[in-house]
Each structure stands twice: as structure tokens, then as C-alpha cells.
């Protein structure tokens, strides 16, 4: 059988030439060892000890589970299983979003489909997309926005309804058959758009969408909104006029310009007559025009033959930056709005999809981000002296962000004083009362430093240390209340060199964990260097999950056998290490066992 990883790089060489279409792609569903890479990719996730309509999960993977598999997808009988619908709360908001659990099998399948889509389609995706995409992330999106979108007037905050529940099915096969020619790969995806899902066991057809979690949804929501991109780059492409070197300067720049650049041809022939006095005082007034000319911008903001537009998306969420006029901002949404009901059948939400002047805060990827206006002045490597900060984009955190995250996390509670005064106040949190000490802080140390690496990219980073004190002071509080002692004696107790720290004992001796204490500074992420070539991690290392079982070795019982499976649990920490399949698991610090039979029946008695 081929290496699956020399298969799928051979897809994305293949992918480079845009007018090649592959063929025979089905059949690379017949070779095991993509099973054991997909398996390996996809075993980690906490939701594949999610049962889904089945009852099956992850656990009890076998070489036969795998054969079974593939005997089906040879005959053609293979059937995905309607997805286990269920609904997670949307974050600030009463609504749920719908869920799909697929069966373990079909995650298999989807996996190895998803790696196949995703070897042809993602060298040939755009720049400015960055959801569900190897090396990518929120990150890398700001970033694009920080470097592209600088003196930018209007801002088109884009938002699609529904986007995941509306792609049209036609559209997405339409649209693969332009790359692909195997009927037989195409007859299988369609099997997974219209698998349905049971909700309150009772099957419901689905006619249109990809199911939120499923395995091939995000590459097939990439591949669908790519028409989004490459539309929108065609028409940046028709809309952008003018260059920098010909565009209007303003007309108050001019004019103080104008005065600056006399007065110092006017000294400059008489210079060497002056005095030290009229020299001081020619000095100074050469100084006065040159700093007039820094309170007005070069540039005129309303040059018709100057217009610029980026792009940049995630996900199903897209921000336009357009230097021009409003009317070419409302133009732009109008024709997006357009395209996106003629062509992609989706609809543009008007409540959110907003045009915001770039001198106010518009929301992407839940930061707030505008255009500086400051006329600050810098000198650079050059010594002169230039308005280094006018026209950059900055990133700021949103004020109830973090708010919320703390009414999330229940670390404070409101209350109003006399006149109405809002008054904060830090509390406990009860539901960690029992956990080990190291566990506590931890788990507040987690959540700080998840917050400020997501938001480390914000100007006003350094606001997430108000986060953290309010964090801190509740971290002592439930440490007072777990121990029924106040929260002076507990920092007087912990406390070592101004920081706290909790001692917890490990196999090498005893350790200290500290109190988050790093700091708060921004940090500009230099991005990410994009890799052509989809990156899979290796699956036939030696103590791989993959190679493990198909060595047909228990690592229970230690006897050879050809049908061994795999055994999975949810977390180490919740085994107690009663039974010995618990023991070997703890002592060989794996979630995951590779057993016999015999041996897998005893731990499911």
C-alpha cells in the first residue's frame, strides 16, 4: 500500500496546475494506512468519546473496524449515519447553535476525505482567507488586517445569516467537479450532505448546509466561500485606481508646505549675513511652519482618482478597508450582497453586515479595530521627522470582553452603592472548592494566560492585567473559603518573594506552581510562515497510536494477537487505579490501550 502522506503530497503538486482534474481519487478510500493516519489525526478530540445515533464512539478501534470499513466503501453499501444533533450556547447571546455528532466510523471516513479535499484545494485557496486552514488562525487574519489595511477610510464589517446551515448542495458539487472527475468521490460527499440528523429521535432530512461538526465541513465551507474570494479580488482588481506618486496632496498641507518652503528660501540666500539672535529667531519660525504642516494631511481623503479596497476573511465573518468615498463603501456591500444571492445562494445579514467610518471601533474576531488619526511625530532611522503613527491600524481589546469573561468565569459580582454607583466586587467560586490546591490555581492561570495570548495583539493589551487582579483576588477567596480561613492568611501562608506560589508534590519531588506573573505587553506577531504543502504529523513513529495497533501485541495481557483494539478514556486523571488496566494506563500515562479481545471485554464488564 502506498504512503498516504506521498499520496496527498502528490495531490498538491498535482493542484498547482488550476486546469488539471483529478481522477481515480475513490479508490485511495480502499488503502488502510489512510485509516491509521486519519485515526491518528482525530484521536485526541475530547468529542470522540461522544457516542453518536450508533452508540458507538472511538474506543474499540480495530484493524477489522477499519477492513469492515472499507468493504463497504468497495460495494458501494457504505451509508453515513444521521449526525446526533445537539446545541451549545452562542457566547453573550440566548441562542443555541445546532451540532452534529457524527458516528466514530463516519469521522473516520470524513477525516480521510477531508485530507484528500483538503491536499487539492489548499494551495490554491487565497491569501486573505484564514479559517480552517494548516498554519493559520485568528492571528495570522489580524495580521493581514495591521499590514494591508493602513489608511483605510471606511470599514465593511461582513456577516453571512447562517452561513454553515444555507450552502446549497448543488452549489458545493457544482463547484468540486470543476476540480475533480470521480463520480464515485462526489456520490460520497453528497452521502454526507444528506445524511440528516436525529434530534429528540426523530430523523430530519437535510437540505442544504454542512452540519457543524462534521469532519469535512470546515475544507467544504472553505472551498464553497473561495468564491466569495476570488470575487471579491476580481472586483478589488476592477476598483482600485490611481498610484501613490500622482495622488492629491491636500490643500491645507499644501498651503502650510508652501509657507514652510519660503520662509526657508527666504533665510537660506541671507544666512551667512545674519546674526546669531536673527538666526535663532529664523530657526524657530522655519520650525513653527514645519510643525503647521504636520496638523493637516498630505493626502486628500476625497480623491476620486485614488481608491483602494482589502479584503480579509475568516471564516464565514469578512472586514473590507476602502479608501474612497461612502458611496463606493455602500456600492461595494450592494454588489456583495448581490453575489452572494445570485451566485452562492447565501444570505448577507443587514443587521450586522455594518460600514463604519475607520474612525470609530469596528468588531472583527472579537477585537475592536480602527485608523489612528494621531499626529504624533517620530523621528526615523533617517533622522526626519514624520507622523509615524497616522493612517496604522490599531487593535484594541473590547471593554466587555473581559468583562464577560469574568461574569463567565463567576470571579465578581455587581452591586450599587447609595447614589447608583456600579461597585465590583471579587467573590469565590464554588464549583472549584473541592479540587486539589494545584488544580485551583491552575485553572486560573490557564484562563488569564488563555485570555492574553488571544488578545496579546491589542494596543491596549496591558488591560488584561485589570483581568487578572480581579482573578487573583477571587483565586484567594476560594482558597479562603475551601479552607475556612480568611484571605489574609492565605497570602500570608502561600506567599514567597512577593508572589504566590502553591507547593504540589510530582514523582521527581516536590515543585512550586506561581501565580500568573509575566506581565501584559503587547506582542506584535510576526505571522506565520504558510506552507504550501499541507503538514501531517507522523503516524508510523514508533510509539504511535497507529503503529501500536498494528504491532497485535496486548499491552495488557502482553499476548500477540490479530485483533487487537484500542481502549480510550476521557482523562487519566479520573482513573483511581483499582483494576490493573487502570494501573498500566496511569503508569504508561496514555489515555489510550491497546488490547486483545479477551482483554477488552474484561474492562467493559
Known amino acids: 500500500m502506498r504512503n498516504p502522506i506521498d499520496v496527498l503530497r502528490n495531490l498538491s503538486e498535482k493542484s498547482q496546475d488550476k486546469s488539471y482534474r483529478f481522477q481515480r481519487l475513490y479508490r485511495n478510500l480502499y488503502n488502510p494506512e489512510f485509516y491509521y493516519l486519519a485515526y491518528s489525526n482525530i484521536y485526541t478530540s475530547q468529542g470522540n468519546m461522544t457516542a453518536g445515533t450508533d452508540g458507538q464512539t472511538i474506543d474499540g478501534m480495530s484493524t477489522e473496524r477499519i477492513e469492515k470499513i472499507i468493504s463497504m466503501l468497495k460495494d458501494h453499501s457504505y451509508q453515513p449515519k444521521p449526525a446526533r444533533r445537539a446545541y451549545i450556547e452562542k457566547k453573550n447571546s440566548t441562542k443555541k447553535r445546532p451540532l452534529g455528532i457524527p458516528s466514530a466510523n463516519d469521522k473516520l471516513v470524513q477525516e480521510v476525505v477531508r485530507m484528500i479535499l483538503e491536499s487539492i484545494y489548499e494551495p490554491n485557496f487565497y491569501e486573505c482567507s484564514h479559517g480552517f486552514r494548516p498554519n493559520r488562525s485568528c492571528h495570522t487574519a489580524l495580521k493581514h488586517i495591521d499590514i494591508n489595511f493602513k489608511g483605510a477610510v471606511w470599514f465593511i464589517e461582513g456577516d453571512i445569516k447562517a452561513c454553515f446551515d444555507s450552502f446549497d448542495h448543488h452549489v458545493i458539487i457544482n463547484q ?102 536673527e538666526k535663532l529667531t529664523a530657526s524657530k519660525e522655519i520650525k513653527q511652519y514645519k510643525l503647521e504642516t504636520l496638523k493637516y494631511p498630505y493626502l486628500t481623503q476625497c480623491d476620486t482618482n485614488y481608491k483602494r479596497m482589502q479584503y480579509c476573511r475568516y471564516c464565514d465573518d469578512f472586514i473590507i478597508g476602502v479608501i474612497g468615498s461612502k458611496k463606493d463603501a455602500e456600492k461595494i456591500k450592494a454588489d456583495i450582497k448581490t453575489f452572494l444571492d ?18 470609530k471601533f469596528a468588531r472583527f474576531l472579537g477585537y475592536d479595530i ?49 447614589d447608583g454607583k456600579e461597585i465590583w466586587k471579587t467573590i469565590h467560586r464554588g464549583k472549584l472548592i473541592n479540587h486539589r490546591d494545584i488544580e485551583i490555581i491552575s485553572k486560573y492561570n490557564s484562563e488569564i494566560r488563555g485570555l492574553y495570548n488571544y488578545y496579546c495583539m491589542a494596543n491596549n493589551a496591558s488591560v488584561i492585567g485589570k483581568f487578572a487582579y480581579f482573578m487573583e483576588y477571587s483565586m484567594y477567596k476560594t482558597y479562603a473559603n475551601k479552607y475556612r480561613t480568611t484571605m489574609t492568611k492565605i497570602i500570608t501562608k502561600y506567599e514567597r518573594d512577593k508572589k504566590f506560589v502553591i507547593p504540589y508534590e510530582t514523582k521527581a519531588g516536590m515543585k512550586l506552581c506561581e501565580f500568573y506573573n509575566k506581565g501584559f505587553k503587547r506582542i506584535k506577531k510576526a505571522g506565520l510562515d504558510i506552507d504550501t504543502l499541507p503538514s501531517y504529523i507522523r503516524y508510523d513513529r514508533p510509539n504511535s497510536i497507529a503503529t501500536r495497533l498494528k504491532r497485535g501485541v496486548c499491552e495488557l495481557c502482553g499476548q500477540k494477537s490479530d485483533s487487537i483494539r484500542m481502549h480510550h478514556v476521557r482523562k487519566l486523571k479520573d482513573l483511581k487505579g483499582c483494576p490493573e488496566w487502570e494501573q498500566v494506563m496511569i503508569k504508561m500515562r496514555r489515555k489510550s490501550l491497546a488490547v486483545c479481545k479477551n482483554c477488552h471485554e474484561i474492562i467493559h464488564e
Not at 445570485?342 to 444570505?347: A, N, V
Not at 450586522?352 to 475607520?358: E, F, V
Open 176 to 277: 468540486l467537479r470543476k476540480r475533480i472527475d470521480d463520480e464515485y468521490l462526489i456520490a460520497l460527499i453528497w452521502k454526507f450532505l444528506k445524511a440528516g440528523y436525529m434530534e429528540q429521535w426523530q430523523y430530519n432530512n437535510t437540505y442544504s448546509g454542512t452540519p457543524q461538526g462534521s469532519g469535512v465541513s470546515p475544507i467544504l465551507a472553505n472551498i464553497y466561500l473561495d468564491m466569495l474570494d476570488e470575487f471579491i479580488l476580481d472586483y478589488k482588481k476592477q476598483f482600485d485606481i490611481g498610484d501613490n506618486k500622482h495622488r492629491k496632496c491636500s490643500a491645507e498641507y499644501a498651503s502650510a508646505k508652501y509657507k514652510h518652503d519660503k520662509a526657508k528660501e527666504k533665510y537660506s540666500s541671507i544666512w551667512n549675513q545674519m546674526s546669531d539672535d
Open 342 to 359: 445570485e451566485r452562492l445562494k447565501l444570505e448577507m445579514s443587514l443587521e450586522k453586515t455594518k460600514i463604519t467610518h475607520t474612525s
Open 370 to 418: 480602527t485608523i489612528s488619526r494621531s499626529n504624533s511625530t517620530k523621528r526615523n532611522k533617517q533622522g526626519v521627522l514624520k507622523r509615524e503613527f497616522k493612517g496604522r491600524v490599531n487593535l484594541y481589546v473590547p471593554h466587555e470582553k473581559w468583562v464577560n469573561k469574568l461574569k463567565e468565569y463567576g470571579a465578581i459580582k455587581f452591586k450599587k452603592d447609595k
